[in-house]
């Protein structure tokens, strides 16, 4: 069964940082593109990263340019978010996403094919 599993969330003070991780169990990331998304209380989701299966294409959502990094490491099955300079404003529920890398994708695609269940990010003094 084709899985991907979230960790890496928890309580931080802005300023702060968290990096997340995305593992797949059940298949090989090599081939997969990978969309980090968010979810915050009484919002709609949105995507924060995506990432090529090559791991060259990156794109951010405006809000996180310049604090989020997103990057990959194949031999590992792991996709990582680094998230730095982390605001009241990013606290929410954060979602990775698989899908088969067949065309060019952006941040905006939400067409994927594999999502983990959430970790929660929260940001608070």
């Known amino acids: 069964q084709k899985q991907v599993a979230e960790s890496g969330g928890g309580l931080v003070q802005p300023g702060g940082s968290l990096r997340l991780s995305c593992a797949a169990s059940?298949?090989?990331?090599?081939?997969?593109?990978i969309g980090w998304f968010r979810q915050a209380p009484g919002k709609e989701r949105e995507g924060v990263s995506y990432?090529?299966?090559?791991?060259?294409?990156?794109d951010y959502a405006d809000s996180v340019k310049g604090r989020f990094t997103t990057s990959r490491d194949n031999a590992k099955n792991t996709v990582y978010l680094q998230m730095n300079s982390l605001k009241p404003e990013d606290t929410a529920v954060y979602y990775c996403?698989?899908?088969?890398?067949?065309?060019?994708?952006?941040?905006?695609?939400?067409?994927?094919?594999?999502w983990g269940q959430g970790t929660q990010v929260t940001v608070s003094a």
């Open positions: 990432i090529s299966a090559s791991g060259r294409t990156t």
């Open positions: 996403a698989a899908v088969v890398d067949l065309r060019p994708r952006t941040v905006a695609d939400t067409d994927y094919d594999y």
């Open positions: 059940g298949f090989r990331l090599d081939y997969y593109a």
